[in-house]
């Protein structure tokens, strides 16, 4: 039985807590296997995101094992792995939405641009404005779809008059594509909408804000083929304005969507590189067995 | 046929009458319920239906001056020592003439209500005029001449009336100079020693303002030590302290918060005994634990991904918290609320221990009044010795679940209602 094969068979059998499956690899040959450093070129010139060493631990147990990497400006990253490798975990660190849970804690740099992320003087709310979320399930509020996109410009003071929120809701419900669906009844509730509708809805709402950076933690793992094309196409259209990380299941997606895309195996970053190389011709025998299918 | 298929046949019959049973179980277990209700219901309405109406006897009374030893209506003094009963006597004594017996004569004018008197004083000084005149008025009867008429045949010869009184009052019926109507005066007025002018409005207002109070410090408070417990306390040992001791609270017996009632806010703030303000006190603090943890409860069952979606566009805690959590968790917060309400409103134990069993004729203003409140009315009633009192607690405990069932509707309505605007 090789390595791979094995470690199908264990994951299989402890889907639970990613946490416990890094913990129990580590007493294992297993992760002899995992590199010491991150091969590939996880780096950039002049990135929209910097990080470096990042820990992350869930009380004693760690998530994240010293994972470095950048995101360009403009660029879609996507970030792809087995389930419980820490992906998600990752990607809310960015806009520090571990935050909210207690036990979890976060050590190493994470810069945006110039902002220390994890700066104790930075103020969550402000970062949260400049880098936004989608989240896996659309998760509109309960208010009617206007109100729904108008939410994060209001708190935020972004419109003083009616006329400059009216705007802004159009635009982002525009470039989110869901404008010549909805012109019509935005006073509806937005939990009306279909799925995909609710996801598109969704970051029409990030996007209203103007965030620099967008994070989309699996956008579409609960939507249609069709649905899911569409949110694809606008996260394509998208990029042009916005930094994207998107973390996916689906590795069609990664590929068809992003232009770098990186490979995280129990908490390690295992390989990071541009995503048509990551795909034809990955340089880690773990990139390969996941690409391929043998395990994830 | 396989034999899987015939072995699925086999058990499948089984599995249905497994299936019909338990359904049997659970209708026979609603069905007990109902039909304690049932009985319920009908023993306190069987009783109770009686004190709304009341008889009333016409008798031609005569405002004579000299009987009144009145002159001058004006004259407040004159008014107030005027010999109404002497004008009721002999109005009672022309009807049946012959009565000689001084004892008779008391046996015969306690027939009518000891109300007669006071209605007529009130009538001359609204109307001076009347001094002189002779009129066929309506009087309330005393309330054992009341039951004798409300009895059926059979029952009357145990009514609490002398075989001479139950020949005058057959004779009044016979001459239809008694007549039956709405009782009034159980809804307008406060308790009395005369069942006949009892009324529960007394203790109405009593709840009403106990209530008051109640609400006014119970939901606000609970709501916040709620939200406060969820949304912001660290989870520490002291908070899972506080969280057991609350779930303690909640098991403590109502009559321990009457007695901490009678210690604190009357023994060590003195404040007044038997007033709502410390009704309301003592039942916030019983009612708090069940609004903290039915707050809680609606609090936990707000959808994380909201939560996460307004924090992940920068909404503060506050606004997290304000703006979804709360108007979400309303509902369950509302329902928690009333039911509270109702517990509380049928509360007796621990308002008992501060006063609030005293007997109180005047209607309470506010919430620093002598009052009392319907339960405690229905025990006062209960425990005195005069028929139709037994009727009127009947009717107290009517009046009591009329409000509680109408709050706990209200509750599942209001629920229903919010519910359906998300």
Known sequence: ?296 | MSVTTEQVRKTLARRYRAEKRFKAYGICAISIGLLALLLLFTDIIGKGYRAFYEYSVALQITFDPETLEINDPRDLEQLQYGNYEAVVREALLARFPGVEDRQDRRALAALVSTAAGYRLRDMLENSPELLGQTHTLWFQLDDDADMFLKSSEAKRKTARLSDQQQTWMLALEQGNEVRAGFNHSLFTRGDSREPEQAGILGAILGSFFTMLVTLALSFPIGVAAAVYLEEFAPKNRFTDFIEVNINNLAAVPSIIFGLLGLAVFIGLFGMPRSVPLVGGLVLTLMTLPTIIISSRAAIKAVPPSIRQAAMGLGASKMQVVLQFVLPLALPGMLTGGIIGMAQALGETAPLLMIGMVAFIVELPTGAMDAATVLPVQVFLWASSPEQSFVTMTSAAIMVLMTFLITMNTLAVVMRKRLERRW
């Open chain 1, 1 to 296: 039985m090789d390595i791979a094969e094995k470690m199908n068979v264990f994951q299989d059998a402890v889907q639970v807590d990613p946490r416990v499956v890094a913990q129990e690899h580590m007493m294992t040959e297993e992760n002899l296997y995992i590199p010491e450093k991150t091969v590939g070129a996880p780096f950039v010139d002049d990135p929209k995101m910097r990080m470096r060493d990042v820990n992350v631990f869930y009380d004693t147990d760690q998530a994240i094992h010293g994972v470095s990497l950048d995101i360009g400006k403009n660029e879609v990253v996507a970030l792809i792995g087995p389930s419980g490798c820490g992906k998600s975990t990752f990607l809310r660190c960015m806009n520090r939405m571990n935050d909210t849970i207690d036990i979890c804690r976060v050590e190493g740099s994470l810069h945006l641009e110039n902002q220390d992320i994890y700066d104790p003087k930075l103020d969550v709310v402000e970062l949260r404005a400049r880098v936004g979320m989608v989240f896996q399930k659309p998760n509109p509020f309960p208010k009617s779809i206007y109100d729904n996109v108008a939410y994060g410009p209001r708190i935020h003071g972004l419109a003083n008059r009616k006329t400059d929120l009216d705007e802004i809701v159009e635009n982002s419900l525009r470039k989110a594509g869901l404008w010549d669906e909805v012109k019509d009844r935005l006073d509806s509730p937005g939990t009306g909408l279909s799925g995909g509708q609710q996801q598109r809805l969704c970051i029409a709402r990030t996007i209203a804000v103007s965030p620099e950076v967008v994070l989309m933690d699996e956008p579409c793992s609960a939507l249609d083929p069709i649905a899911t094309a569409k949110i694809e196409e606008l996260i394509r259209e998208l990029s042009e304005s916005y930094t994207i990380a998107i973390v996916t299941h689906s590795m069609q997606q990664a590929a068809r969507v992003s232009q770098r895309t990186a490979y995280f195996h129990l908490g390690w970053l295992v390989e990071m590189n541009d995503t048509d190389t990551v795909f034809t011709k990955p340089q880690h025998e773990l990139t390969e067995s996941y690409i391929t299918g043998r395990f994830g």
